[in-house]
């Protein structure tokens, strides 16, 4: 059996609010080069946790271990420099830019060996760009306002924006949301594809979307891991069913 290292670690995580555990001693491990969702009814701390891993918020107690370094200690920005993209529910792209310019922004400043002269940094930005805006299905699309995209292109463009900072973890809050049937079959093929060089975590609640694209799902309640494995294994877990049908 191939055992791949994880990426993500996380330990006996806990946030208090006011005495209240909206995440309560949680475990986490996340594979190399794997897509994990996870699921649960509303409250259960999904949005919690991935505020937590990206230093949004503060945990409480307990650890979050990101490729041997500690999140915990660090704050947003720095979580980002580490190789963690969060992308939330709301596209935060620039409506009035172009395609082309809101990747091109979102570029890493600073970078690689050239990042101090400038010409040889912007051929690299155009190459990378179009590399990108490939991958998100906008090849065409790169002189457009965004503004004009799709609700779901509007979606891939963020992604796009994140992926040119490459991220080792990537981490979406229901990413397919208000897509066409066509476009989360065009959102799991790209999260299929770049699983090949970083790890995946969603957040999702279209669970024929979380079927096709899961390695393995984490099913929350009350702030801790009720159930977790691949999706046949939690669907039937009777402890999950009970939760979603109700008593
Ligand atoms: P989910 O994403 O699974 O719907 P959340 O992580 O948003 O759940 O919320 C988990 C619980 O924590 C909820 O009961 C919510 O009201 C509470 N909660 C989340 N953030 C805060 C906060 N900043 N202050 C107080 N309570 C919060």
């Not at 999140?71 to 190789?83: C, D, F, K, P, S």
């Not at 002269?117 to 760009?129: P, Y």
């Amino acid at each position: 059996i191939e055992q791949k290292d994880f990426v993500l670690s996380v330990e006996g995580l806990t946030v208090s609010f006011d005495g209240f555990k909206a995440v309560s001693d949680l475990s986490l491990y996340v594979e190399e080069q794997e897509i994990r969702v996870i699921i649960g009814p509303n409250g259960a701390g999904k949005t919690t946790v991935l505020d937590l891993i990206c230093g949004r918020t503060k945990a409480t107690e307990g650890s979050i271990k990101f490729k041997g370094q500690e999140l915990t200690r660090m704050n947003e920005h720095q979580i980002v420099h580490a190789g963690v993209g969060r992308k939330f529910q709301n596209p935060s792209i620039y409506e009035d830019l172009t395609v082309f310019e809101n990747l091109e922004l979102s570029y890493p400043k600073g970078r690689g060996v050239w990042g101090a002269l400038t010409f040889r940094r912007d051929a690299a930005v155009i190459d990378k760009v179009h590399e990108i805006a490939e991958m998100i299905f906008l090849p065409d699309k790169l002189d457009m306002p965004a503004e004009l995209l799709s609700h779901g292109q509007k979606q891939w463009l963020e992604i796009g924006m994140l992926l040119i900072q490459d991220p080792e973890l990537l981490m979406l809050d229901e990413p397919v949301a208000g897509m066409s049937v066509a476009e989360r079959q065009q959102t799991a093929a790209l999260l299929q594809r770049i699983t090949k060089d970083r790890s995946v975590l969603v957040i999702e609640h279209d669970m024929q979307f979380v079927a096709d694209i899961a390695d393995r799902v984490t099913v929350l309640h009350q702030g801790k891991v009720l159930s977790e494995g691949s999706m046949e294994r939690v669907q039937n877990d009777p402890k999950v069913i009970e939760v979603y049908l109700g008593h």
